[in-house]
């Protein structure tokens, strides 16, 4: 099928680490997103891995990309305020001559003060 | 310079009737999308155009039908109007080809409230 996974929901507190875990299924995916919704407002890019990387760190950001299970997680080091949204990953698939991104459930992350 | 903008943000109808949602990128991109978000947050994606062409066409009642005049607009047309298809409706752009990095870049959505 074309399910990714997620965890619905996930708390820390201000200044912890958050991990947000993923699964997918296509084993063809050529890249993997992480995007951020706050209320109200579209998804923004927060970060992606090509499939061939198993690590990607970006500022507070790290991507961790197992291949062989097809697990993704982001990991957002000293979480604050700010960073309460819900993220959603996803997976590039073939479609044509484009591609189209499959979506996750959404991770909502809230961070207590 | 909004780069994927999309109008109006917050659409309210009756049931039956008929209403549009209009979509305009300005990042010279030649991919555009519909995706659908629902109460419990789900992205679904609906249509893809590519160069004004369909491309992905998932399973979308008939009522929906997108419309493409050019690269840069995709437009969003909803006939006979009903309960459940409220929702949050998301258009994005993207640059083609699959063998590279191309993501979505996404509107800030237009919230659909049928009564």
């Known amino acids: 099928g074309e399910d990714v996974e997620q965890s619905l929901f996930l708390s820390v507190r201000e200044g912890d680490s958050s991990v947000i875990n993923c699964t997918y299924t296509?084993?063809?995916?050529?890249?993997l997103y992480w995007y951020k919704q706050e209320p109200g407002a579209g998804l923004q890019l927060l970060t992606y891995i090509f499939s061939n990387m198993d690590m990607k760190q970006d500022q507070r950001l790290t991507v961790l990309l197992n291949k062989k299970d097809k697990h993704l997680s982001l990991r957002i080091a000293d979480t604050q305020t700010g960073d309460s949204a819900i993220y959603f990953c996803a997976e590039r698939k073939f479609a044509g001559n484009t591609g189209k991104l499959i979506f996750g459930q959404g991770t909502t992350l809230q961070v207590k003060p | 310079d909004t780069a994927v903008s999309q109008t109006p943000k917050y659409l309210v109808t009756q049931m039956g009737n008929d209403k549009s949602i209009k979509c305009e990128q300005n990042?010279?991109?030649?991919?555009m999308y519909w995706y659908k978000q629902d109460s419990k947050k789900f992205l679904k994606i609906m249509f893809s155009?590519?160069?004004?062409?369909?491309?992905i066409n998932e399973t979308v009642p008939n009522r929906f039908s997108p419309k493409s005049p050019d690269k840069a607009h995709l437009n969003l047309h909803i006939n006979s109007l009903e309960l459940g298809d409220s929702a949050v409706y998301f258009c994005?752009?993207?640059?083609?080809?699959?063998?590279?990095?191309?993501?979505?870049?996404f509107g800030n959505g237009t919230r659909l409230t049928v009564t």
């Open positions: 994005a752009s993207s640059q083609a080809g699959v063998s590279y990095n191309s993501p979505l870049h």
């Open positions: 990042l010279g991109h030649d991919t």
């Open positions: 155009y590519n160069n004004k062409e369909l491309i």
């Open positions: 296509d084993s063809s995916s050529t890249y």
